[in-house]
């Protein structure tokens, strides 16, 4: 008897040591530093200062202010502006009064006005210079242009376009140095174990090409969505840059943390880098059950995130979340938007810019926030890449904008 009240004692004492170290299982979580429980509240909080930054923005122009964002672990908003003048005219107004102790200013020497016409001179010269592998955006915390290269500082490249936006003083940020291990996925052997069940496909899930028996190009899949013209079409939505202007644009299926499968998905028959980087695979309709859900598999309670709404998001500072083959699920805060990337073969513009970390095979997975509970969340784009310490984002809408397609959602 007494040895078996010890086992369940040792066995409660090894449950409560695997919650405790597990508190942290939800990417946003680990992003707010509070454990699992917390983040009720914690979200209570965010969905009170994005209230309050709306209310904000209904009085500050771009003239006389800099700009606002949220602080969700400060519970505090954050306004830029120029004179002290500015904000006892913000803090008297009767819609505002309630929460001034909300709130946080700054006194900055950049208004809006003047930092949005610098970034335009810098997008400006980006093109004249042939500015290449950067991510351009205005960083309102930082009151200034953010110029990310992907190079180191003593690489050459670009150092045209860089000694032309001096005049600017924009901040520059170089990429760091890669960690040693770099993941070498094209190599890996498939498998060609394919069972005759009905596969369910999440969002967020890998899919890839092939060049033989290797894998060419691992994508995540970002989100579902019918064809307007022909419903009963279903189409996984993608970045367009995993499609390949050389080979075969068949798609497969590459669960997380496994191997990849024989599973067929179907073809990219849609794409688009230059400007905006999405791209459309019409599945197939036998073998795979296609769901409107985001796989958070790492997380201890929601392991399936139900899409159910498709609010876009404005506020500055606000988290936001990717799900991907290879760094699953993240989150990070939102820095910018209306931000460009620049590579060899695109310009690409209107982009989210956050810190969501995100690696090789992650592009094209759902960006997604959460706002009432931990189980539902709105979709917001697709995570078009990223480098370290920067990851950007497709929004939804310019998606919904540019093609023919309406996104399938969870009911509620
Ligand atoms: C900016 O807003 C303030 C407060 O509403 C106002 O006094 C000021 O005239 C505005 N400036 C411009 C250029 O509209
Ligand atoms: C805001 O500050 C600027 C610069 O000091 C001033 O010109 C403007 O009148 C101020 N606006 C308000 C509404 O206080
Ligand atoms: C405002 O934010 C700054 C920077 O985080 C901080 O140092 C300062 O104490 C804050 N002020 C108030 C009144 O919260
Ligand atoms: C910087 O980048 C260049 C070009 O990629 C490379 O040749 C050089 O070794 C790098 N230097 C350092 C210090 O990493
Ligand atoms: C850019 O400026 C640096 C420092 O002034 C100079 O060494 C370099 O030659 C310039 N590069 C170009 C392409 O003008
Ligand atoms: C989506 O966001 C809006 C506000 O941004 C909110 O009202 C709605 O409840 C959210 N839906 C979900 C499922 O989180």
């Given at each position: 008897?007494?040895?078996?009240?010890?086992?369940?004692n040792l066995?409660?004492?090894?449950f409560?040591?695997?919650?405790?170290?597990h508190?942290?299982?939800?990417?946003?979580a680990r992003?707010?530093?509070?454990?699992?429980?917390d983040?009720?509240?914690?979200?209570?909080?965010e969905?009170?200062?994005?209230?309050?930054?709306?209310?904000l923005?209904?009085f500050?122009?771009?003239s006389?202010?800099?700009?606002?964002?949220i602080?969700?672990?400060?519970?505090k908003?954050?306004?830029?502006?120029l004179?002290?003048?500015?904000?006892?005219?913000?803090?008297?107004?009767?819609?505002?009064?309630?929460?001034?102790?909300?709130?946080?200013?700054?006194?900055?020497d950049?208004?809006?006005?003047?930092?949005?016409?610098?970034?335009?001179?810098?997008?400006?010269?980006?093109?004249?210079?042939?500015?290449?592998d950067?991510?351009?955006y205005?960083?309102?915390?930082l009151?200034?242009?953010?110029?990310?290269?992907?190079q180191?500082?003593s690489?050459?490249?670009?150092?045209?376009?860089?000694?032309?936006?001096?005049?600017?003083?924009?901040?520059?940020?170089?990429?760091?140095?890669?960690?040693p291990?770099?993941?070498?996925?094209s190599?890996?052997?498939l498998?060609?174990?394919?069972?005759?069940?009905?596969?369910?496909?999440?969002c967020g899930?890998g899919?890839?090409?092939?060049?033989?028996?290797?894998?060419?190009?691992?994508?995540s899949?970002?989100?579902l969505?019918?064809d307007?013209?022909?419903?009963?079409?279903?189409?996984?939505?993608?970045?367009?840059?995993c499609?390949?202007?050389r080979?075969?644009?068949?798609?497969?299926y590459?669960?997380?943390?496994?191997?990849p499968?024989?599973?067929?998905?179907?073809?990219m028959?849609?794409?688009?880098v230059?400007?905006?980087?999405y791209?459309?695979i019409?599945?197939k309709?036998?073998?795979?059950?296609?769901?409107?859900?985001?796989?958070?598999t790492?997380?201890?309670?929601?392991?399936?995130?139900?899409?159910?709404?498709?609010?876009?998001?404005s506020?500055?500072?606000?988290?936001?979340?990717?799900?991907?083959?290879?760094?699953?699920a993240?989150c990070?805060?939102?820095?910018?938007?209306?931000?460009?990337f620049?590579d060899?073969?695109?310009?690409?513009?209107?982009?989210i810019i956050?810190?969501?970390?995100?690696?090789?095979g992650?592009s094209?997975?759902?960006?997604?926030?959460?706002?009432?509970?931990?189980?539902t969340?709105?979709?917001s784009?697709?995570?078009?890449?990223?480098?370290?310490g920067?990851?950007?984002?497709?929004p939804?809408?310019?998606?919904?904008?540019?093609?023919?397609?309406v996104?399938?959602?969870?009911n509620g």
């Amino acid at each position: 008897m007494k040895d078996i009240i010890f086992l369940i004692n040792l066995i409660l004492i090894i449950f409560k040591f695997h919650s405790t170290v597990h508190a942290q299982s939800e990417a946003l979580a680990r992003l707010w530093d509070v454990n699992d429980d917390d983040l009720p509240a914690m979200l209570a909080i965010e969905r009170n200062l994005k209230k309050v930054d709306g209310i904000l923005n209904q009085f500050i122009n771009n003239s006389d202010f800099g700009g606002t964002w949220i602080d969700v672990k400060a519970n505090k908003v954050f306004i830029n502006t120029l004179s002290t003048a500015n904000v006892s005219y913000i803090t008297s107004l009767p819609e505002v009064q309630p929460y001034v102790d909300l709130l946080n200013f700054t006194i900055v020497d950049n208004p809006t006005d003047k930092l949005s016409d610098s970034f335009e001179q810098i997008v400006k010269l980006a093109k004249e210079k042939n500015a290449v592998d950067v991510y351009l955006y205005v960083d309102i915390s930082l009151n200034n242009i953010v110029i990310y290269l992907e190079q180191n500082q003593s690489d050459s490249k670009n150092s045209e376009f860089i000694n032309a936006t001096d005049q600017y003083n924009p901040i520059l940020i170089y990429q760091p140095p890669d960690p040693p291990n770099t993941k070498q996925q094209s190599a890996m052997k498939l498998n060609n174990d394919r069972r005759q069940v009905e596969k369910d496909i999440l969002c967020g899930e890998g899919i890839y090409r092939k060049k033989g028996n290797v894998i060419d190009y691992l994508c995540s899949i970002g989100f579902l969505a019918n064809d307007a013209n022909k419903p009963d079409t279903t189409l996984a939505v993608t970045t367009g840059h995993c499609h390949t202007d050389r080979g075969s644009n068949i798609f497969y299926y590459f669960p997380w943390g496994d191997r990849p499968e024989g599973t067929l998905l179907g073809l990219m028959v849609t794409h688009r880098v230059k400007d905006y980087d999405y791209g459309l695979i019409e599945l197939k309709r036998r073998g795979i059950r296609p769901l409107p859900m985001i796989r958070n598999t790492d997380a201890n309670q929601y392991k399936q995130l139900q899409i159910r709404d498709t609010q876009t998001i404005s506020n500055h500072g606000a988290h936001l979340c990717k799900s991907g083959h290879t760094t699953h699920a993240t989150c990070g805060y939102i820095k910018a938007f209306d931000g460009i990337f620049i590579d060899s073969e695109s310009f690409n513009n209107e982009l989210i810019i956050t810190d969501i970390e995100g690696d090789v095979g992650d592009s094209g997975g759902p960006a997604y926030y959460y706002y009432e509970n931990l189980l539902t969340v709105n979709l917001s784009g697709i995570f078009t890449g990223g480098n370290r310490g920067i990851g950007s984002v497709l929004p939804l809408q310019i998606i919904l904008d540019e093609t023919e397609i309406v996104p399938i959602l969870v009911n509620g």
